[in-house]
């Protein structure tokens, strides 16, 4: 009986087949992880020489954060939600206020403005609320276009006297300096014009608005660099210089 004869060649185009198809794996493999590693790396975060001083806003709709972790990641400062219009506290202030002021961060609280309640409502909930809880750090006032006020804006002047009364209602009760947070195009139109403010502008460009001492935050979902966590934070940085921050802290 004869036997069946492979020939030569055929067993030749065969390795020759599958060393291609294993060079070829190997390419993907390297190729997908060069990607998955430069999805990670990769931030949005503006220059860090130019800008050191890396933090957040949190309320709570962000869950439970471990500040000290936070703080190990390279934040080192963190505004909390206190309050919003007349009746509103955030559920989570007292604990995050607690945990934060005990991780070494710089906390800042901020009130949501409201439109439609008197600033003599808004800044007796606040007090009522956070009590002496309020950080070291300006309180922010944080301004945004909820509901149809983004088709039909409030009084422009009406609303610069409300902001400032609020302001001085803050200053008068804690002795303590504010800032003024939202979009620019709301900042443009509502930041009373008597007084200088610092800002907190929410913008992913460049901020152009001229503010001491401010804040730009530059995302409203993103990781912290160079973190292993895959959460997404509303990120800012100090805008101003370090010494600056040092005053400020």
């Not at 309640?117 to 808004?122: L, N």
């Not at 009084?155 to 504010?178: E, F, G, P, R």
Request: hydrophobic share 35%; charged share 20%.
């Amino acid at each position: 009986m004869r036997r069946k004869v492979t020939p030569i060649f055929k067993d030749s185009f065969q390795k020759r087949y599958w060393r291609q198809m294993i060079v070829i794996t190997v390419v993907l493999c390297l190729g997908l992880g060069a990607v998955f590693w430069w999805l990670h790396q990769r931030s949005d975060r503006p220059s860090e020489l130019q800008y050191p001083i890396l933090g957040m806003q949190l309320s709570q709709t962000d869950g439970y954060q471990d500040f000290n972790d936070l703080k190990k990641e390279g934040l080192q400062f963190v505004y909390l939600k206190a309050t919003e219009g007349a009746s509103y506290k955030d559920d989570n202030f007292d604990t995050n206020y607690s945990r934060a002021n005990g991780s070494g961060l710089s906390v800042g609280i901020f009130h949501f403005f409201s439109f439609d309640s008197s600033p003599k409502r808004q800044a007796d909930q606040l007090f009522k609320a956070v009590g002496q809880q309020t950080g070291k750090l300006p309180i922010m006032i944080y301004l945004d276009d909820y509901n149809d006020y983004a088709q039909q804006p409030p009084k422009k002047k009406k609303t610069q006297a409300s902001l400032a009364q609020l302001v001085a209602l803050i200053n008068q009760h804690y002795q303590q300096d504010c800032i003024i947070g939202g979009e620019p195009v709301l900042l443009r139109r509502y930041v009373p014009q008597n007084g200088t403010y610092p800002l907190w502008q929410v913008t992913r460009t460049r901020p152009t608005l001229t503010t001491k001492s401010g804040f730009w935050q530059y995302t409203t979902g993103s990781p912290i660099p160079k973190s292993n966590r895959q959460t997404d934070y509303q990120l800012a940085v100090f805008t101003g210089s370090k010494h600056q921050w040092q005053l400020l802290k």
